[in-house]
């Protein structure tokens, strides 16, 4: 049986754009709920928290009409006051373009402002930056390093790439066992695409012994989710499984419940 993979083509299961950090950022949290012209006052005041908070909402265009040039602006403003998630919010702006010429180089600088302060969606970023070679030179074990750290902090799409990164000997040594190690570190917060990579382990004894009863229940679980390989997976793995093994990974999907 050939299961779906989506290693070593690493573009195809990272997010399409960089990690930004929410308005609800534990920094900016009091703001979440604020009437926006409060927002926008003590933004106007020069509150770093303000200004990320109503970057965040002219950026998403919650309540107001999306401007992402205006977003920038005002990321800009609170990241040159060193507000982390707004550093890496413009970091994102200029990776893609959006609000900002596009500028790479730029979008590295502000991604590693962030994570030098501990920030995991920017130490994703960077790290993926490193990846691609996207506005610093490719390095995959620089990568690796910056994944790590977020991963460690238990951040989920840096461990799920983690775990790519050792199970396909990507700027690390291959080692399937760590790879999965830090697939199921992501699955179990609910993170769709290590749920699909941890059932293939499974169903494949790759990494850990064979049992297609826990592959099938973490295809079912990142199936739900939208994960289209897994879908595709499953369709796969019922073919050979008995009805009690069905049985029991539809039981095993059913009782799981995501660690926070």
């Known amino acids: 049986m050939r299961f779906l993979r989506v290693f070593p083509l690493l573009a195809l299961i990272l997010p399409l754009a960089c990690n930004r950090s929410p308005k609800s950022a534990d920094k900016a949290q009091r703001y979440a709920e604020r009437p926006i012209a409060e927002v926008q006052a003590d933004a106007a005041d020069g509150v770093a928290d303000a200004q990320f908070a109503l970057g965040a909402i002219l950026d998403q265009g919650q309540g107001v009409p999306k401007d992402e040039v205006n977003a920038a602006w005002w ?39 962030a994570a030098d302060q501990g920030l995991p969606s920017a130490q994703y970023n960077l790290g993926d930056m490193f990846y691609k070679g996207q506005g610093v030179p490719k390095d995959e ?9 977020a991963a460690d902090q238990g951040f989920p799409n840096a461990q799920d790439t983690l775990g790519i990164h050792y199970e396909g000997g990507l700027g690390i040594p291959e080692n399937e066992a760590e790879a ?21 382990m499974y169903a494949l004894g790759h990494g850990v012994p064979k049992d297609e009863t826990q592959g099938y229940k973490w295809m079912l679980l990142a199936g ?35 660690q926070k």
Not at 77 to 85: N, V, Y
Not at 246 to 253: D, N, P, S
């Open 180 to 200: 999965v190690k830090w697939y199921r570190k992501a699955a179990d917060q609910g993170f769709a695409a290590a749920q699909g990579h941890l059932g293939v």
């Open 141 to 149: 074990v620089e990568a690796v390093k910056w994944y790590r750290m």
């Open 75 to 113: 990321y800009r403003k609170a990241a040159d006051q060193g507000h982390a998630e707004a550093q890496n919010n413009l970091g994102s702006m200029y990776d893609q373009g959006q609000g900002v010429p596009k500028n790479e180089v730029e979008a590295v600088k502000w991604f590693r402002m």
């Open 224 to 258: 739900a989710q939208g994960d289209e390989p897994s879908r595709r997976n499953i369709q796969q793995i019922e073919l050979t499984l008995s009805p009690e093994q069905r049985i029991e990974g539809q039981r095993l999907a059913r009782e799981f419940k995501p």
